[in-house]
C-alpha cells in the first residue's frame, strides 16, 4: 500500500506540476476548434478518482484504464466539435429565444431557482454566460443527433430469436437458493464464547420447533433481521463457500447446524431451491430488442461520425 500511495502521490505533483502545459497543451483540432489536453482531463477528472480507489494495489492497470478512459473522452470532445461544426456549415438557425427558454428549463431542473444557480455556478467557477453556451451546444448537438440518426429503429423478430441463440450463455442461470438467515457476529476473547452459546441455544429453540423467521428477529445481527432473516433469490455460486458447502446437501425447509466462519456464526433455513435453467426467450424478450436497438443506434452515430470526419479537418496530436 506504501508503494501505491507514493505512486500516486506522485501521479498528483506531475499533474500539478504540468497544469499549466496541459492547459495550453493542444490534443486535437477540429477544423478551428481546439480540444486540449485540460479539456480531456476535466472530463476524466471523475472517473480518475473511481478507478484510482478501485486499482489502489495495481499502478499499471490503474494507468491502463486511465488511458483508455482519456482516449474515450478524446473521441467524444472530438465528436462533438464535429457535430457543432456540421450544425455551423449546414445553414442553420438557432434564435436565442429558443436558447433562452432551454436554458431557463435547465436551471429550473438542475437548480431549482436561479438564487441556487447563480450559487452553484459561482461555487464551480462558472459563469451564467458559459453555462449558457454550455447548453446551447447540448441543446444543438442532442437536435443533430435527433435528426440525423433514425430514431425509429425496428428489430425484427429474426434478429431477436438469432440474438437470443448466439448468447445462449448469457441467459442461463445458475442454481438458485432462496434462505433465511440468522448471522451473530464474533469478537476476539469472551465474546466469541458468548457468540457460540447463543447460537447452541438457538439451535436447540429451533429444534424443539420455534419459527426460523422468530428467532432470526429476536436474535439475528444481519441486515435482513427486520424480515425474519428472508433474503432474495441467489445464486448459489454467489454464496461465500461455507454457506454454499451447508446449504448443498439440505431441501426446501431443512435448517443447517451452526456454520462457523472466521467473523461469524450463522444458521441458515433454506426455504426454496431451484435448478440452473435459461431464461425463456419471452422472458429476455424485450431486453434483448432493446439491446439490439441500442446498438444500432451507435452504428448509426459512428456512421454519421465518419461522414463528417471525411468533409472536415480532424488532426491528433
Known amino acids: 500500500?506504501?508503494?501505491?500511495?507514493?505512486?500516486?502521490?506522485?501521479?498528483?505533483?506531475?499533474?500539478?506540476?504540468?497544469?499549466?502545459?496541459?492547459?495550453?497543451?493542444?490534443?486535437?483540432?477540429?477544423?478551428?476548434?481546439?480540444?486540449?489536453?485540460?479539456?480531456?482531463?476535466?472530463?476524466?477528472?471523475?472517473?480518475?478518482?473511481?478507478?484510482?480507489?478501485?486499482?489502489?494495489?495495481?499502478?499499471?492497470?490503474?494507468?491502463?484504464k486511465l488511458n483508455d478512459a482519456r482516449q474515450e473522452n478524446l473521441d467524444k470532445l472530438t465528436d462533438r466539435e464535429l457535430i457543432l461544426h456540421e450544425f455551423k456549415t449546414a445553414g442553420y438557425q438557432l434564435p436565442d429565444s429558443v436558447i433562452d427558454e432551454v436554458v431557463k428549463s435547465r436551471l429550473k431542473s438542475y437548480f431549482g431557482d436561479r438564487r441556487t444557480a447563480t450559487k452553484t455556478l459561482q461555487a464551480r467557477g462558472i459563469t451564467y454566460e458559459k453555462f449558457r453556451e454550455q447548453e446551447r451546444n447540448r441543446y444543438?448537438?442532442?437536435?443533430?443527433?435527433?435528426?440525423?440518426?433514425?430514431?425509429?429503429?425496428?428489430?425484427?423478430?429474426f434478429k431477436?430469436?438469432?440474438?437470443?441463440?448466439?448468447?445462449?450463455?448469457?441467459?442461463?442461470?445458475?442454481?438458485?437458493?432462496?434462505?433465511?438467515?440468522?448471522?451473530?457476529?464474533?469478537?476476539?476473547?469472551?465474546?466469541?464464547?458468548?457468540?457460540?452459546?447463543?447460537?447452541?441455544?438457538?439451535?436447540?429453540?429451533?429444534?424443539?420447533?420455534?419459527?426460523?423467521?422468530?428467532?432470526a428477529?429476536?436474535?439475528?445481527?444481519?441486515?435482513?433481521?427486520?424480515?425474519?432473516?428472508?433474503?432474495?433469490?441467489?445464486?448459489?455460486?454467489?454464496?461465500?463457500?461455507?454457506?454454499?458447502?451447508?446449504?448443498?446437501?439440505?431441501?426446501?425447509?431443512?435448517?443447517?447446524?451452526?456454520?462457523d466462519t472466521p467473523e461469524s456464526l450463522w444458521i441458515v433455513q433454506v426455504e426454496e431451491k431451484r435448478d440452473a435453467y435459461s431464461k425463456p426467450m419471452a422472458e429476455v424478450r424485450e431486453q434483448i430488442e432493446r439491446d439490439l436497438v441500442v446498438a444500432e443506434r451507435a452504428r448509426l452515430e459512428q456512421q454519421w461520425i465518419a461522414k463528417l470526419k471525411k468533409k472536415t479537418f480532424v488532426r491528433y496530436y
Open 1 to 64: 500500500m506504501r508503494f501505491a500511495n507514493g505512486f500516486f502521490a506522485a501521479t498528483l505533483a506531475f499533474g500539478l506540476s504540468a497544469q499549466a502545459e496541459l492547459a495550453t497543451g493542444v490534443k486535437a483540432v477540429v477544423h478551428d476548434s481546439v480540444i486540449t489536453y485540460l479539456d480531456v482531463e476535466d472530463l476524466t477528472e471523475q472517473t480518475a478518482d473511481v478507478l484510482r480507489r478501485q486499482f489502489a494495489r495495481q499502478p499499471d492497470e490503474f494507468l491502463k
Open 140 to 157: 444543438i448537438i442532442e437536435a443533430m443527433r435527433s435528426k440525423n440518426i433514425s430514431q425509429e429503429i425496428l428489430v425484427s423478430p
Open 217 to 259: 428477529s429476536m436474535y439475528s445481527q444481519s441486515p435482513d433481521k427486520a424480515q425474519g432473516g428472508a433474503r432474495p433469490w441467489q445464486q448459489v455460486k454467489e454464496l461465500r463457500k461455507e454457506l454454499a458447502a451447508a446449504i448443498t446437501p439440505l431441501k426446501g425447509g431443512q435448517t443447517s447446524g451452526i456454520i
Open 160 to 215: 431477436i430469436e438469432k440474438y437470443y441463440q448466439d448468447h445462449a450463455a448469457d441467459f442461463k442461470v445458475d442454481d438458485e437458493v432462496k434462505l433465511r438467515t440468522i448471522v451473530l457476529n464474533k469478537a476476539s476473547g469472551g465474546d466469541a464464547e458468548q457468540a457460540r452459546k447463543m447460537a447452541d441455544n438457538i439451535a436447540v429453540k429451533l429444534k424443539e420447533g420455534v419459527p426460523f423467521a422468530e428467532m
